[in-house]
């Protein structure tokens, strides 16, 4: 779920580290990563041996058609182990601070599908206020890239912006260097890695095994890129609270 252009080659390394110890434990593993494949289809596809995916999608109908292998833990302002948070950013040059000043303003959002770029936002807002209440209008980016950028160019002035991909727009993203965190969403559970549920308790077990062992055993440089320190235990309960919305949103 992070798999950006400028750390394409850890998240490789990550993946070449998984698959070795995939194999250790008796279980053939591709060797490159698929990145043709779209995530919603990957995600439910009976080959899926080891996937990310948002935790809206997981808690809205995944849950029951996949196996879930663990919670990762990132180092970055905002995260806990297994754990995140969206970041609410607005242009640097944009004195309005804090959700209310922002009232017919212009919010930036991923997609209704997105528990850091939707639904945190909706977290935020007071009383029970949805987003089309409370902003001037909503426009949907299609990423938290894309909504960093529409807020530098002025085409939005607000977003939620995953913590994980904040951190990696500050080191990354131009378009970054023109907004500030002006405040942060409750936190939720992490991008669960999953697998599919073809697979066998003790299959999954070994694969959440070996992505733990593959994590734990990173390089610095891959790790710091990735931002990526640990793979925390995970329950489909961990999730359930992702799937409810309040009425007005």
Not at 190 to 208: K, M, V, W, Y
Not at 218 to 229: G, I, K, N
């Amino acid at each position: 779920m992070y798999d950006w252009p400028e750390i394409r080659a850890e998240t490789d390394a990550l993946w070449a580290a998984i698959a070795e110890r995939l194999e250790a434990a008796g279980i053939a593993a591709p060797e490159c990563l698929d990145r043709m494949t779209p995530a919603d289809e990957a995600w439910e596809s009976p080959d899926l041996l080891v996937g990310q995916t948002c935790g809206r999608p997981y808690a809205t109908g995944l849950a029951e058609r996949v196996r879930l292998l663990g919670r990762p833990t990132y180092a970055v302002a905002g995260a806990a182990p297994g754990r995140y948070c969206s970041q609410l950013v607005g242009r640097r040059s944009d004195s309005r601070g804090g959700i209310e000043g922002f009232r017919g303003a212009v919010a930036a959002c991923t997609s209704t599908a997105s528990q850091s770029g939707w639904a945190a936002l909706i977290d935020l807002l007071p009383g029970d206020e949805s987003l089309e209440s409370f902003f001037g209008a909503v426009r949907m980016t299609g990423g938290h890239r894309d909504s960093i950028r529409a807020i530098a160019t002025g085409d939005a002035d607000i977003a939620t912006i995953d913590c994980v991909s904040w951190a990696l727009a500050e080191r990354h993203e131009p378009a970054a260097r023109e907004l500030r965190v002006i405040g942060r969403s409750p936190t939720y559970p992490s991008l669960p890695f999953i697998a599919s549920n073809r697979l066998n308790t003790d299959e999954a077990g070994r694969i959440g095994t070996a992505l733990r062992q593959a994590v734990a055993g990173l390089p610095d440089p891959v790790r710091s890129a990735l931002r990526l320190t640990g793979i925390e235990d995970a329950r489909p309960a961990d999730y359930a609270g992702l799937g409810r919305r309040r009425p007005a949103a």
